[in-house]
């Protein structure tokens, strides 16, 4: 098993990567990372993915995103591809697309994005809106087909995932979803899921947040949505529970060197889980997350002793 600085070293060495062919990278030369299949399709994806919420978003509103580029950069080197965004989050769009086309890599990355121009409270979202806050998210990502849209929030799923349909219908985009991190519209979520032809839902999900485990997960399985995982950490509420802790020894049981590979693993070990995006600025992060997409998952017993060893911790 890597440790979680032999990882770092490993992976941050290979800067020179860009210039080599699409996945060939130092890690995915030794081991290919962990890929799933999207259901729809059964095109797969490298499961650790990059957000661009929070701390992301704080410094895509700076004036100096350099450490942006890095992230971005550490993201392809480390053998992942999916980059969740939305007009939501400030400059993000807009910055990350800037940083890819300076990478070159604009074609590398998998584009999930999301729309919501819904009325408050959920109210009726304007057509012309929508569809204008759209085109500005194929302008900033500098690309003619985004890989994924989403509703985001489940703002008007009607107006907008109509809108969704027509643009997947004509090539523009490939795959379509909704989303919500909002417990109070997990059952408005599961009757789209149950009526709609979704390729993806976005969910909130982590060791200490489990309650789309009873419905939502199976339901995904059941009719083959692919799922995005955000939040894995629960913001920064894990990171509270661990703070001064040491990783417990049996951790190598599952190829896990630092708490967010334990973390992101359990995520991950759940089948119906596509592709967890945790956010980060820092490429030093992106580099440690996307170890947990190499090495082995825990399996359900291991998963129940993480499931207890978080539990038992103050917090």
Do not use: C
């Not at 009325?119 to 012309?128: K, M, T």
């Amino acid at each position: 098993m890597w440790t979680r600085r032999e990882y770092l070293q490993r992976t941050l060495a290979a800067g020179a990567a860009l210039a080599l062919p699409a996945r060939w990278t130092l890690a995915a030369a030794a081991r290919e990372p962990i890929t799933r299949p999207i259901p729809s399709s059964g095109e797969r994806l490298p499961v650790v993915g990059l957000g661009s919420s929070a701390t992301f978003s704080q410094v895509a509103r700076g004036e100096d995103a350099a450490a942006l580029r890095e992230v971005l950069r550490a993201l392809i080197d480390g053998g992942g591809a999916v980059f969740d965004t939305a007009p939501a989050y400030g400059a993000s769009e807009e910055v990350a697309g800037n940083l890819a086309a300076e990478l070159a890599i604009v074609d590398r990355i998998f584009w999930a994005t999301k729309v919501n121009v819904a009325g408050r409270g959920g109210g009726a979202a304007d057509p012309a809106a929508a569809r204008a806050q759209i085109e500005a998210s194929f302008a900033r990502l500098r690309t003619p087909v985004i890989d994924l849209i989403q509703v985001h929030n489940l703002g008007d799923v009607p107006t907008q995932l109509a809108i969704l349909k027509e643009l997947k219908a004509a090539g523009r985009i490939r795959y379509l979803g909704v989303t919500t991190t909002r417990p109070e519209q997990y059952e408005h979520l599961i009757r789209v899921m149950r009526a709609e032809p979704l390729d993806f839902i976005g969910i909130d999900y982590a060791v200490d947040n489990r309650a789309v485990e009873a419905t939502i997960l199976p339901l995904a399985q059941e009719r083959g949505i692919g799922v995005l995982v955000y939040l894995p950490f629960g913001r920064t509420r894990l990171w509270e529970r661990v703070r001064g802790r040491e990783l417990p020894s049996w951790a190598a049981e599952l190829d896990a060197g630092s708490w967010a590979q334990f973390f992101l693993k359990f995520v991950l070990a759940h089948p119906a889980v596509t592709a967890v995006t945790p956010a980060t600025s820092q490429a030093r992060h992106m580099a440690d997350n996307l170890g947990a997409a190499f090495g082995r998952l825990p399996d359900e017993a291991l998963r129940r002793r993480m499931i207890e060893h978080v539990e038992a911790l103050p917090g």
